[in-house]
């Protein structure tokens, strides 16, 4: 069994007032693709360096960690939906 992964390097960043509104957010974090690899599975979804995950499969990333580890309990394949 390998793990999900998405080929990136991640931050957590504190997201804008104006944002967590306009978003419906519930969280006042967001995890930043600061690097995306060239030819890893993230580039190839079509994200790009710079944006910023807040859900993953529906559920809210709370910080870069929590992100990592919900990909990880990911079977490599598997789907998942990058809001």
Do not use: F
């Amino acid at each position: 069994w390998k793990r999900g992964h998405l080929g990136v390097t991640i931050k957590t960043v504190p997201l804008p007032s104006s944002a967590i509104k306009v978003l419906n957010n519930q969280s006042a974090v967001g995890v930043l693709l600061m690097e995306c690899a060239k030819y890893g599975p993230a580039t190839r979804a079509g994200l790009l360096k710079g944006d910023i995950v807040l859900n993953l499969n529906k559920k809210p990333v709370q910080s870069a960690e929590d992100l990592a580890h919900q990909l990880h309990l990911l079977r490599s394949g598997d789907l998942a939906e990058i809001e």
